[in-house]
């Protein structure tokens, strides 16, 4: 079973407007979360994380929120560019146990 | 300049040949990890090690075994290939739980 869900495989936003990737999660005792971005033919590489005492994280043009009581958490770029078109991977983990990775989903930022 | 390696990028090669993925890292990590990727689909753990002499069996049942004899150095091998091995595979390290950092991958094809 799942234990990180990224319901929508794809994502499509013109640019300059506003990119938000979701993510669920069943495990309750998750404790970090972590965003990862991956172009075709490399390996992810890290963007941004989220530790469960906070709700908001932000990094430039990137927000992570956190909604631990729905277990959910979401991705927000603004303003989107068409270099952040990639596949982005929702991960989680608590403080002792391997990071447990989503099926990602695929953004196209459109010119 | 840290970083992590892998190779070969690309493998296409026979059903029963014995292959070795390589991965290095310059970072001085203890923790190093093996992921198995098919498009679409989320990272699954098949190989973990958190320092020298260190390995263990991931979430995803995987045939190919590994070693960690030297810090930097976390091979893959496959005694048997198969075309079910075909697949990307990823390999990561990291100081802590948490933030990995990727290497580029090897895109295996088994024929």
């Known amino acids: 079973d799942q234990q990180v869900k990224q319901n929508s495989p794809s994502l499509s936003v013109q640019e300059g407007r506003i990119s938000i990737l979701n993510c669920d999660y069943t495990?309750?005792?998750?404790?970090?979360f972590l965003w990862y971005k991956k172009y075709p033919a490399e390996g992810p590489t890290f963007l941004i994380s989220?530790?469960?005492?906070?709700d908001k994280n932000e990094d430039g043009r990137f927000t992570v929120f956190l909604n631990k009581s729905a277990k959910h958490l979401s991705l927000h770029i603004v303003p989107s560019q068409p270099g952040d078109s990639a596949v982005y991977f929702c991960?989680?983990?608590?403080?002792?146990?391997?990071?447990?990775f989503g099926p990602g989903t695929s953004l196209s930022v459109i010119p | 300049e840290a970083d992590i390696y892998q190779t070969p990028r690309y493998l296409v090669i026979g059903t029963g040949k014995k292959i070795t993925l390589e991965c290095s890292q310059t970072?001085?990590?203890?923790?190093m990890y093996w992921y198995q990727q098919d498009p679409g689909m989320e990272l699954h753990l098949i190989h973990y090690s958190y320092g020298v002499n260190s390995t263990e069996k991931g979430d995803l049942s995987s045939e190919s075994t590994v070693s960690r004899i030297r810090t930097e150095h976390f091979p893959l091998t496959l005694e048997s290939a198969r075309p079910s091995h075909t697949s990307q595979y990823l390999c990561?390290?990291?100081?802590?739980?948490?933030?990995?950092?990727f290497g580029p991958g090897t895109r295996l094809t088994v024929l």
């Open positions: 991960a989680a983990s608590t403080s002792y146990d391997k990071v447990i």
């Open positions: 970072m001085g990590h203890d923790k």
């Open positions: 989220i530790s469960s005492i906070k």
């Open positions: 495990n309750s005792m998750f404790d970090y």
């Open positions: 990561a390290s990291s100081v802590a739980i948490g933030e990995q950092f």
